[in-house]
């Protein structure tokens, strides 16, 4: 079973800044099946990346999702205010499914 | 238009088992390549993903709760039901159903791609 660790668990930023989260796996992750997911208060998460790197349909080219094996990261080059959320990390290549336990991006 | 909406009481009893529904439309479970899930999240906490059928009836369970956990479809009423027998207070939560198509990604892995919009549960006595 693989096991996902996203650090760090609270970021405070603001606006315009640049930010870069981690998602680190218990052991290698099939073909890079790794996805991102946005999540802001009371609502469903929302795809941003899959496969490692790809944009889901509609995401801002300001998110960009890299890594390979072990460690991945998710970037926003530029924070806007409603990019303040939990985003989540999770891998699909092989059941159990599972998720990392989130980083809080909030506003500074 | 892919929608997905979960249904199933909002308060259920301690040892009782808890019944889900999750209703689509936009696609069908007897297409190759569909497949839909189940999370959860409790009030502050982080996602955990339960369950997961596919078009050919493979299932898929979370380690820890696979003993409690069965998932089901009935194609007729695009509806996958998950059943969690012995419910505790820590299973009080936010359960959403997902889709996965592997179609619509063009692959043999994909991601949770629409989700519906949860329905809480709490387990009290």
Redesign the interface.
Known sequence: ?IVLTQSPATLSLSPGERVTLSCGASQSV??S?L?W?Q?KPG?????LI??ASSR?TGIPDRFSGSGSGTDFTLTISRLEPEDFAVY?C?Q??S????????TKLEIK | QVTLRESGPALVKPTQTLTLTCTFSGFSLNTSGMCLTWIRQPPGKALEWLARIDWDDDKYYSTSLKTRLTISKDTSKNQVVLTMTNMDPVDTATYYCARISLIWFGATHAPMDVWGKGTTVTVSS
């Open positions: 079973e099939s073909s099946y996805a997911y999540q609502l469903a998460p929302r795809l899959y496969d889901a989540y999770q699909y290549g059941s159990p499914y599972n998720f990392g336990q989130g």
